[in-house]
């Protein structure tokens, strides 16, 4: 599965890398607040599930419903009685886009998401899951819009499948 995770990030990579200049490509960023739920780390539990995440994305719109985007989210530091335990890692989503009209639209996502989770006192551990999200975003113009969206990051690693829960706002500009 990882071999699999890891080709599939380079396959979408690549395929952003060679359409730079075609109609649809946009990039953007994101930063919000992130919560820790459920799944204990070697059996200690989180005492701060609280934190900052960060999102930086590259994505392409195949048509106005249908995209897709790929990136890199820190989702921050979380504290627990064994020491302190980050979270990161790589995406890639399927994005859908309903229109609702006057510069707004309905997003929806589902992807993979790769992640890695570092704890202070058990060491570090990479697991590949399910990533889903949704949100709103708007138009200011035709080249930029404004994102808040909410995401749910699905860890499988230090022998826990626990969630982490993204409230944030981005800005996204399109070529």
Known sequence: MKKFTIGS?????????????AEGLYI???????????????????????????KLYGGYSFNPYLGVEAGYVDLGRFRSSAGRLKGNGA???????????????ALARVGVFNGKLDSDGIGSDRGTNIKVGAGLQYDIS????VRAQWERYRFDALDTKANTDVYSLGVNYRF
């Open 91 to 105: 995406f890639v989503d399927a994005v859908g886009t309903l229109p609702l009209g006057n510069d707004f639209s």
């Open 28 to 54: 953007g960023a994101d930063v919000g607040s992130s919560h820790y739920k459920g799944g204990n780390v070697d059996g200690q539990g989180i005492t701060d599930p609280s934190s900052t995440a960060v």
């Open 142 to 145: 035709k080249a930029v819009g």
């Open 9 to 21: 990030l380079a396959a979408v990579a690549a395929l952003l890398a060679g359409t730079v200049h």
